[in-house]
């Protein structure tokens, strides 16, 4: 399964954030240190905030932050928020034209997949992923700056 790059850039906020100092940033600062398009990114943390990840103030002193404690944040909570589709095969999704939909076995074991995906994913946490706060602080150009994990 692939995930779309509204997931993947979602996780990196999260990841920036989580090492940032106050685990705040801006969307321009985020995007730079990724090197990923400020209004791609700005989609995205507007779907995290609504979704509960993320919390966005403006002006001065404004920005991104995180909403809850990196350690209650789960990878599948974020996917979940992110992605749409979730329909690894025709038949998990909302439309059905397959010819032998419902009398073969590929919809159970494929349901069985997603839900043992999830389950590891719903294990993982912010704070799982993103452990490596100097490693990440110096990819992300964040050395120097203090944070608060």
């Known amino acids: 399964m692939k995930h779309t790059q509204h ?40 779907r995290m905030s609504a979704a509960g990840l993320v919390e966005t103030s403006r002006g001065r002193g404004g920005g991104v932050r995180l909403a809850r404690e990196p350690g209650s944040i789960t990878v599948g909570d974020v996917i979940r928020a992110m992605e749409d589709d979730f329909a690894v095969v025709e038949c998990l999704g909302p439309a059905r034209y397959c010819r032998v939909a419902g009398v073969c076995g590929a919809r159970s074991v494929f ?26 602080r110096g990819a992300l150009g964040l050395i120097g700056q203090a944070s608060t994990t």
């Open 111 to 136: 349901a069985k997949a997603l839900d043992s995906y999830f389950a590891v994913l719903d294990l993982a946490t912010l704070d799982d992923i993103a452990a490596n706060d100097n490693g990440l």
């Open 7 to 46: 997931a993947d850039f979602a996780l990196r906020v999260l990841m920036f954030l989580r090492v940032a100092p106050e685990h705040r940033g801006s969307i321009a600062e985020i995007a730079t240190a990724h090197h990923v398009s400020r209004n791609h990114l700005d989609k995205v943390v507007q």
